[in-house]
């Protein structure tokens, strides 16, 4: 007897992660445009012998960066009567800032540059957050608010640098 065959998803039917991402990219990007953004997490297990990926191009070499990454992914069916099937996402997607103190400068304040920036990385969110800024919005049924749980300052090999630890919860759609 021959197996019937395996069906696939049509990519029209999905929305990769990846775009979810690059669209955060391109909010926080809209807001800290000296810092080095990353849709994807690239630091090791110890943060600090990766320093050289946190350092902002553009900003006197100082660490000022954003990363995002996707830590958690519980997939739900809603079967609600369409005849077709859809998976809801219920993504967790972390967001860290990090910024370093421009040493020698006296006026220097990264506690207050990353709270700011922090605060208008979520009215930026909050104002697109029916889009994200992707072209592919359709996928999307749910964006939160972004929370910062925790702004402080951290040990980071020799130096002490703010790291502001936030996580938004994103609901998608895929139809089957």
């Not at 955060?24 to 994807?40: D, F, G, M, N, S």
Request: with cysteine.
């Amino acid at each position: 007897m021959p197996l019937k065959p395996v069906i696939l998803p049509t990519p029209s039917e999905e929305l990769e992660w990846l775009k979810i991402r690059e669209g955060l990219k391109r909010c926080i990007e809209a807001v800290a445009p000296t810092a080095r953004v990353y849709e994807r997490w690239p630091l090791k297990f110890e943060v600090s012998e990766t320093a050289e990926l946190l350092m902002s191009e553009n900003d006197n070499g100082r660490i000022h960066s954003w990363i995002i990454g996707i830590s958690q992914a519980v997939p739900k069916n809603d079967r609600s009567g369409t005849g077709n099937g859809l998976i809801l996402w219920d993504l967790t997607v972390r967001i860290w800032g990090f910024i370093g103190y421009e040493y020698g400068i006296d006026s220097d304040n990264p506690q207050n540059e990353l709270e700011n920036e922090c605060r208008k990385i979520v009215q930026v969110i909050e104002k697109n957050r029916l889009d994200l800024n992707m072209e592919t919005s359709g996928a999307l049924k749910e964006v939160g608010m972004l929370e910062f749980r925790d702004i402080d300052t951290k040990g980071f090999g020799q130096d002490t640098i703010i790291v502001a630890e936030g996580e938004i919860e994103i609901t998608t759609k895929e139809v089957l």
